[in-house]
C-alpha cells in the first residue's frame, strides 16, 4: 500500500499584503495563502484517487502538528509514510508552519523539533520522500546546507526549490542521504560580490520548473 500525506500551514490567513524585499529566499509580496493550499490540496488528492493512490492531508498550525498527523495516517493505515509533502512559506534554508520552523539548528539533537523528526524519520518507508513545497529553501548558501542536512537526519530523500515559488516552481530538486547538492549556488538568486542578495521567481524558462498542481517529479529531477 503507498501512503501519501499533504500538509499546509492553515495560519496565512491575512489578505494580500507587502512581503520581504527577497533578502533572505523569501517572497516578495505576500497573499493569504491557506485556502489556496486547501484548495489545491482537494484537487491532488481527486488526481489521486484517480489513479488508484489515496491522499491524506489536512491544514496545520506547526510543525508538531505536521507530523503527528502524519504518525496518525500511518497508525491508521498500518505502512509506513511514501511521501511527505508540506505546503507553506520559507526561504534560503528554511521552512515555517506557523510560529515554527524547520531549519538547520531544528535539526540538531535537543532541539523542540527533535523527538517528532524521529518520529517522522521512523515512519518513512525505505523509498519515501519528504517534499518541502516552499520558496528557496534549498537556495542560496543557506539552503544548500541545509538540503543535505535534512536529508541525513530524516535518512531519506528529500525535494525542495531554490526559487520563490507559486503557481510555478522552478528550481526543482532532490536529494538522497549522504548526497550533496549539484546546483549552483547563483540558481533562483541574484548575487552581488559573489554573494546571493535577493531570490528570483519562478518562471517558464527558468531551469527544472514544474506546475503547482504537478504528483509527482519529473524524472531526473
Known amino acids: 500500500m503507498t501512503l501519501r500525506v499533504v500538509v499546509w500551514d492553515k495560519t496565512d490567513l491575512g489578505r494580500f499584503r507587502p512581503g520581504h524585499d527577497g533578502s533572505g529566499g523569501t517572497a516578495r509580496v505576500r497573499l493569504g495563502l491557506s485556502p489556496a ?12 484517487r484517480l489513479e488508484g493512490t489515496d491522499l491524506m492531508s489536512r491544514g496545520v498550525a506547526s510543525w508538531q502538528e505536521a507530523i503527528q498527523f502524519a504518525v496518525a495516517c500511518t497508525s491508521a ?4 509514510l511514501t511521501e511527505l509533502q508540506v505546503w507553506g512559506h520559507g526561504g534560503w534554508g528554511f521552512m515555517d508552519l506557523g510560529p515554527t520552523r524547520l531549519d538547520r539548528a ?12 524521529d518520529l517522522l524519520r521512523d515512519l518513512l518507508a525505505d ?4 517534499w518541502l513545497r516552499c520558496c528557496s529553501a534549498f537556495g542560496g548558501r543557506a539552503g544548500r546546507a541545509f538540503a543535505p542536512a535534512l536529508a541525513r537526519r530524516l535518512d531519506a530523500r528529500v ?15 532532490s536529494l538522497e542521504a549522504g548526497a550533496y547538492p549539484d546546483w549552483p549556488l547563483e540558481e533562483g538568486v541574484e548575487l552581488e560580490g559573489g554573494e546571493p542578495v535577493r531570490a528570483k521567481g519562478s518562471g517558464p524558462r527558468e ?8 504528483l509527482d517529479l519529473p524524472p531526473g529531477f
Open 37 to 48: 493550499w486547501w484548495f489545491g490540496a482537494r484537487i491532488h488528492a481527486v488526481a489521486r
Open 77 to 80: 493505515a498500518q505502512t509506513p
Open 106 to 117: 531544528a535539526l540538531a539533537d535537543g532541539s523542540t523539533l527533535a523527538g517528532p523528526l
Open 127 to 130: 523509498d519515501a520522500q519528504v
Open 159 to 173: 525535494v525542495g526549490h531554490t526559487y520563490v515559488i507559486g503557481a510555478l516552481q522552478s528550481g526543482t530538486h
Open 207 to 214: 531551469p527544472r520548473t514544474i506546475g503547482c498542481l504537478r
